[in-house]
């Protein structure tokens, strides 16, 4: 990731929103089915710029057209958490967010902030998966190396991978 979450200014705007699905629908072009994978950390839902909580309403308008995962309520890094239910709770918050306002949670994927806890594995971070997203896929990058960002899947998968979240755009 490359900003702070409680920085402002490096949020989507609402044409950013845009800019997306237009990627996505030339990536489409090329790649059958093709689609961005957003993680969200509902946290920081309205909490930006009002440009920027326009880009956050324009993102939910377009729910449907994404995938979507768990990345966290706090983007906060979960090997920080010893306690599974500390985690599973943090989780279940992000979980009812994506509920109320009808974002799929279906994806059977998800990513840590800053892939914490994925590899090394931080044992609790997986139960929590499983116990509140049923997630089965995950993927990290090049460890130990969390800067320059580049994604390479840990473990098989069959979603294409990218971006985003409700406080930034990033590449973690
Ligand atoms: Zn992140």
């Not at 409680?6 to 845009?18: M, Q």
């Not at 090997?79 to 509920?99: D, G, R």
């Not at 994925?118 to 139960?127: G, T």
């Not at 320059?148 to 409700?166: E, G, M």
């Amino acid at each position: 990731m490359v900003q702070a979450p409680t920085v402002v200014g490096t949020r989507l705007h609402e044409e950013d929103v845009s800019a997306l699905l237009a990627s996505q629908a030339a990536l489409q072009r090329l790649v059958p089915g093709f689609r961005f994978n957003l993680g969200f950390s509902a946290k920081y839902y309205h909490h930006g710029t009002v440009l920027e909580n326009r880009g956050d309403d324009a993102l939910l308008k377009n729910r449907e057209h994404f995938n979507w995962f768990c990345h966290m309520w706090n983007h906060q890094q979960p090997h920080l958490y010893n306690n599974v239910t500390h985690l599973e709770a943090e989780m279940t918050m992000n979980k009812q967010f994506a509920i109320e306002h009808g974002i799929p949670t279906n994806s059977c994927y998800s990513v840590s902030p800053h892939h914490s806890g994925v590899y090394p594995v931080h044992e609790p971070l997986y139960e929590a998966w499983r116990k509140v997203w049923d997630v089965k896929v995950t993927s990290t990058e090049e460890y130990p190396h969390l800067r320059p960002a580049r994604i390479i899947p840990q473990q098989p998968v069959d979603i294409p991978l990218a971006i985003v979240s409700f406080q930034m755009i990033e590449m973690d």
